[in-house]
Structures are given as C-alpha cells and as structure tokens.
C-alpha cells in the first residue's frame, strides 16, 4: 500500500476515520498491557487492582486506565462515523462487499472486546451486564441452557466467567482482531477505495498520468507520502479531542455504579450496558408484551438478533445493483438513511432510561421502526433501480 496503492482525490476527511481507528486501536493495546501488570483476574481481588492498586498506588495508573476506558468508548464513536459514512456514500456495493463484510466483522469483534473488558472491573455493572448478556444464550432453542453454562464456566457469573472473559480480552479477541484488520486493509485493494461522487475510473490510467508528471489531471494521489499525510492532520485534530477528554472528561465513559464492587444478592435499580450498545439494547427490551401468545422476551430476542446481524447483510439488501451513487444522489435512499440514523439515536437515547411509562412506548416505537425500515430497504432500493431514481430525481 506505501508503494503501489492510489486513491482518489475526490474525498474528504472521513475517508481518514480508518487511520484514526488504527491509531486508537494501538493506544488501546499500548494502555491495556500497562493495566495488565497490576489487574488480577480473580473476583477476590480483581475490584481492589483496579480502584485501588491502579487508580491510587500505581504512579500514574489513573492516567492509563482514563486512557483505556476513554479509547474504548471514541473507537466505538470513529466505528459509528466510518460504517455511516459507508452506507451514505455506497461504499458497500458493486464489488465492495468483502471490505464490508471484514468491516462488520470487525465492528462485532470490538463489540465482544468491549464487553469482556467491560467485566474485568469486577463492579455492580460489570457483573450484573454479565448477568444479563449471558442470560440472552438462554433463548437459544434445544442448546440454550447448556450454552450458557459454557460460556460462564458455571452455573452463575462467577470466577470461572471472570478467568475466561480475561483470556479473551487480552489474547483470543485480539489477535482476531488484528487478523480481521489485515484481511480488511488487503480487501480494499481489488476495488479501491470508493470517492464523494462514487465515480468509477481507471486507477492504472490515472496513475500513469500522476506518474508522467500531469498531477492536476489526474484524478488520484499516491498513498504515501501524500494522502497519508492528510491523514496524519485529521489523526492530530482526533487526538487533540481524545486527550481533552481522558484529562477533563474521562467520567463519560466510566459508569458510577461501577465503582462498587460486585454483589451477586443487590441488583442495581437500572441495568444498562454502556452508550455504545444501547440501541441494540434498546431493541432486545423494546416488546415489553405479548403478542400472539408469543413472549415479549422471544420477541426481543429475535428483534436483537436481527439487529446484530442485518448491517452485514446491507449489501445484499440494496437492490439498486446497476448504480452505486452518494445518498444525496438517490432520493429515496437519502429519506431512508436519515431515518435509519435519527432512529438509532432514539434508541440509544432511550436505552438509558428505565423503560417504564412513555420511555417503553418510545422505545417500542423506535424499535418498530428500526425493524421496518431494514424490511423496506430492498423495496424502496428496487424502486430506484427500475424508475432510475438517482442525480437527484426520478427518470
């Protein structure tokens, strides 16, 4: 990629959140082997190296662990940034598939490694999360219960969940992760990378014109050392913001109830997982009655599957196969991604809220159209592709 690999001029500097995503990925690595050398992954002493061992005894054991819990919350925000910035400008399709299937498989494996981390802590919302997360196998038919008890390691939250949840945060999740990133970084050089207009042109052409000294014309730059330096600004300008927030705000990402230490016999008043996650948990709690005889909980269950696995299948969902466009550029696929977006904000929004009075009925709402409006994509994407409704309108 230093070599050989171009890319288009006509893009802006969201094109630059997968460098940023990598700079943050290795800040993540970085902190969390400082905080291994003081964690203890026993539920005897795991609260204690961390609240005290960590934040109080070790000289700047506070700073690293801001650092960690602070990166695990704004990767999951570039993620949001970079996976929308796909859908809107088409970067999914014709030919782009597998950097977006890698891409997904990525998101799902930050997810598991956030929620291993999330209950090494060893806090009232580390265990009770745990709890729940584990509890959801349980709707899996024929193998459910079984399935649970595996992935505990007993038949409750207990040492064992805590013993392996640590193996898969610090080494099984990771070294996954990094092989996810090499497929991902691989896959982009078959179609190259996708521009604001979604034009399609000769890369080896247009190279050769940069190469012969026709730089204006030429519609691409080398990777390095042009486009990469670009990226080195927008990486500045994140991390300028990234540290403003572990030295002055790094209370965001720490939830307080946290800062007490696990007990299997009090429930907290309001489970939540962390901001990251509470769309889809949203989602999972958002039947909160039958229907049809079918439990509300079976209900959730499904709506949170398909919520987990239906941005994978974006792809195959968009029917306008003929023409890959910007959203602004196909009317009503722009209708829909905005919906898809405010949508996702209600839900989250609404997942930290205790899901009682108008807060079920918002959220049930919300969920609904969640559901409808992945439903609908491959019909209003086929009415497209037959009225030809792009550049603006309909032909």
Not at 182 to 203: G, K
């Amino acid at each position: 990629m230093m070599t050989e690999y171009w890319i288009p001029k006509n893009i802006n500097f969201l094109w630059a959140m997968g460098v940023v995503l990598m700079v943050l990925f290795m800040i993540l690595i970085v902190s969390g082997i400082f905080l291994l050398m003081y964690y203890k992954p026993d539920i005897k002493l795991a609260f204690d190296s961390v609240n005290y061992t960590i934040m109080q005894e070790v000289e700047y054991g506070w700073l690293w662990r801001h650092i960690h819990g602070v990166s695990a919350s704004v990767i999951f925000l570039v993620i949001y940034i970079h996976m929308f910035t796909g859908i809107y400008y088409g970067s999914y399709k014709k030919g782009r598939e597998i950097i977006w299937l890698t891409g997904m498989a990525l998101f799902g494996m930050f997810s598991a490694e956030a929620f291993s981390g999330y209950m090494l802590p060893w806090g009232q919302m580390s265990y009770w999360a745990a709890q729940v997360i584990t509890n959801l196998f349980g709707g899996i038919p024929f193998i459910g219960e079984a399935l649970v008890v595996w992935i505990r390691g007993d038949f409750l939250v207990a040492d064992a969940t805590l013993t392996r949840f640590f193996m898969l945060h610090v080494l099984l999740l990771p070294l996954v992760i990094l092989l996810l990133i090499a497929v991902h970084f691989y896959s982009l050089r078959v179609p190259h990378v996708n521009n604001q207009e979604s034009e399609e042109f000769d890369f080896e052409d247009e190279a050769k014109k940069y190469l012969d000294g026709k730089k204006v014309e030429s519609k691409v730059v080398p990777f390095w050392p042009v486009f990469l330096s670009k990226d080195f600004f927008v990486v500045g300008v994140a991390l300028t913001i990234f540290f403003y927030l572990v030295c002055f705000h790094y209370d965001f990402a720490m939830d307080p109830i946290n800062f007490e230490p696990a007990n299997n016999m009090k429930t907290p008043a309001h489970i939540y997982p962390e901001w990251y996650f509470l769309w889809s948990y949203e989602v999972l709690r958002g039947f909160f009655f039958d229907i049809a005889g079918v439990a509300a909980m079976d209900i959730g269950l499904a709506a949170f599957g398909f919520a987990n696995v239906i941005f994978m299948l974006l792809p195959f969902l968009d029917r306008n196969t003929d023409h890959v466009a910007p959203a602004h550029k196909r009317p009503l696929f722009f209708v829909w991604f905005w919906l898809l977006l405010i949508d996702m904000i209600v839900l989250t929004v609404y997942g930290k809220l205790p899901p009682t009075g108008n807060n079920a009925w918002v959220g049930f709402g919300a969920t609904i159209t969640f559901l409808v409006l992945f439903i609908l994509l491959p019909i209003i994407t086929k009415m497209e592709a037959n009225c030809k409704c792009h550049n603006g309108g309909c032909k």
